[in-house]
Each structure stands twice: as structure tokens, then as C-alpha cells.
């Protein structure tokens, strides 16, 4: 069964620009979820979607969106880049819901972003 | 909400020895329990988790953790290191009462041989 993907790998942008990274979930996966790793912050939270509903999210400006499409496959939009959007931003996908008992995530390798 | 922390940024550990990566949790319901590890340029993988029944679990190269509700700890264990246990290690919980998966900071396992 193939992993979770994410595209592109890697990413250079300058400020003020807007980027989209995807995310397709290991089959028969239907929950998302979108962390954003820096050094200085660690893993933070940014949303998870589910059935192609957004279920929860983290504390970060509405620059950062989301959305889920009916075969699961996400994508996240970050509009106005700032400087301080750098980061590792990773999917993860998970059975059902993160209250379903014994649900684990399953991340991708992540996407790589530079804001010059 | 829930929280978790790694007190250590790094953990140092010879080859052949024991080793423990520390976790303590916050929730308000019931904890579900998670380690992941993040090798260089690697997303996260799943090595174990704690949801309910035996306090003491096993999971994926040999690492396990003890569950304890009193001390709201999850400490990560190893009987004997490797080199290539190297990485870095993130401890995660979910509170029962919502979808929120937090993480701690990460903790940096360096095993010399």
C-alpha cells in the first residue's frame, strides 16, 4: 500500500506570493491533517479535514486554507507569504477522525517551503 | 486543551545501553498516547501507541512505553541503543474530548557507538 504523498517536495517563494501544496492520503484514508514543523516552534497543528470538511484547527492566520476533495486528496493554501511561512509543512492521514480510539496518523515526507 | 513536553532537547546514550526518552502529558479526558521518530530529511513514522488496557507497550525496532496515569508520563524505552536509533523523537497525545493531536518539541537521540 503506498505511502502518504505530498507535492512538490520542495518550494521557493518571495514574499506577498500565495502557494498550494498537495496531499494524497494512503488509500481508503479519509482524515487529513496539516502540520507546519519549524525549528524554533516545533510541530504545530493547522487543520484536519474529514469527508471533505474542515473538523478542527490550529491557531494560524486565515492566510493559511485548506481544502478536501471527495477521493480524500488535500491540498493547503498559504496567500501573503510572510518571511516567517519557512517551514516544513507535513500531511498526515489517518483512518477516521482523531477521536476514533486507536486512530494514528501517517505522515508524508512533507514539502519544504522557502519565503525569500 | 491537551499539552505535552519532552523536558530534554537531547538525550546522549552509548551504544548496547539502556535508553529513555521522557514524555509528560496534560488532557482533560482520557489520553491516547502516540511516539513518532523523524529520521534527517524524513517525515514522521509511527513507532507506538497508548490508548487503554496494558500500561507497557511495544512497539516497532525493538522501542516500548510505560503508560503512568499518576505521573501523567509516557517515557520512551529501549533496552539496548543502536547507532542508527538516532533521530528525532516526538512524543504526541489526543484528548478524548476533541480531535486535537499535539506535539512536544522533540527530543534528539544521539547514540555513539
Known amino acids: 500500500k503506498a505511502g502518504v504523498t505530498q507535492t512538490p517536495r520542495y518550494l521557493i517563494k518571495t514574499r506577498g506570493q500565495q502557494v498550494t501544496l498537495s496531499c494524497s492520503p494512503i488509500s481508503g484514508h479519509r482524515s487529513v491533517s496539516w502540520y507546519q514543523q519549524t525549528p524554533g516552534q516545533g510541530l504545530q497543528f493547522l487543520f484536519e479535514?474529514?469527508?471533505?470538511?474542515?473538523?478542527n484547527k490550529g491557531n494560524f492566520p486565515g492566510r493559511f486554507s485548506g481544502r478536501q476533495f471527495s477521493n480524500s486528496r488535500s491540498e493547503m493554501n498559504v496567500s501573503t507569504l510572510e518571511l516567517g511561512d519557512s517551514a516544513l509543512y507535513l500531511c498526515a492521514s489517518s483512518l477516521s477522525l482523531g477521536s476514533v480510539i486507536g486512530n494514528e496518523q501517517f505522515f508524508g515526507p512533507g514539502t519544504r517551503l522557502t519565503v525569500l | 486543551a491537551q499539552s505535552v513536553a519532552q523536558p530534554e532537547d537531547q538525550v546522549n546514550v552509548a551504544e548496547g545501553n539502556p535508553l529513555t526518552v521522557k514524555c509528560t502529558y496534560s488532557?482533560?479526558?482520557?489520553?491516547?498516547l502516540f511516539w513518532y521518530v523523524q529520521y534527517p530529511n524524513r517525515g514522521l513514522q509511527f513507532l507506538l501507541k497508548?490508548?487503554?488496557?496494558?500500561?507497557l507497550v511495544k512497539g516497532s525496532y525493538g522501542f516500548e512505553a510505560e503508560f503512568n496515569k499518576s505521573q501523567t508520563s509516557f517515557h520512551l524505552k529501549k533496552p539496548s541503543a543502536l547507532v542508527s536509533d538516532s533521530a528525532l523523537y516526538f512524543c504526541?497525545?489526543?484528548?478524548?474530548?476533541?480531535?486535537?493531536?499535539?506535539f512536544g518539541a522533540g527530543t534528539r537521540l544521539t547514540v555513539k557507538p
Open positions: 504526541a497525545v489526543r484528548d478524548s474530548n476533541n480531535n486535537d493531536m499535539r
Open positions: 497508548y490508548i487503554t488496557g496494558d500500561n
Open positions: 488532557v482533560s479526558g482520557n489520553p491516547y
Open positions: 479535514y474529514f469527508s471533505e470538511t474542515q473538523r
